[in-house]
């Protein structure tokens, strides 16, 4: 069964650094694009970057551009987010998923991916 497994958070302070990776069991995913979301309570599920399958490409939300990096090694069919200067409001649930194709298109969209990791809380404190 394909699995992704988010791995790395917890909680922090304001101005904190925390890294959140995710490894995906099937080495096909490697030939797709990966992304990384978030979920807050009562709050829609939010882009955050993208990556495509040769590395080549990457897309950020305006919300997170120059505090987080996506990164994927591993063969490829890992991806990592670097989150610096963390904020409260970036308190959340964070999701990895693998896209539909090795360049999403509107990387922003959720139906641009079709597998989802199970999430992984990350806290930030003020």
């Known amino acids: 069964q394909e699995q992704l497994v988010e791995s790395g958070g917890g909680l922090v302070q304001t101005g904190d650094s925390l890294r959140v990776s995710c490894a995906a069991s099937?080495?096909?995913?490697?030939?797709?694009?990966m992304a990384w979301f978030r979920q807050a309570p009562g709050k829609e599920r939010e882009f955050l970057a993208a990556?495509?399958?040769?590395?080549?490409?990457?897309y950020y939300a305006d919300s997170v551009r120059g505090r987080f990096t996506i990164s994927r090694a591993g063969g490829k069919n890992t991806v990592a987010l670097q989150m610096n200067n963390l904020r409260p409001e970036d308190t959340a649930v964070y999701y990895c998923?693998?896209?539909?194709?090795?360049?999403?298109?509107?990387?922003?969209?959720?139906?641009?991916?079709?597998?989802w990791g199970q999430g992984i809380q990350v806290s930030v404190a003020s």
């Open positions: 998923a693998v896209g539909t194709t090795a360049a999403v298109t509107s990387p922003e969209r959720v139906d641009e991916y079709d597998i």
């Open positions: 990556i495509s399958w040769s590395r080549s490409n990457t």
């Open positions: 099937d080495r096909a995913f490697s030939n797709y694009a």
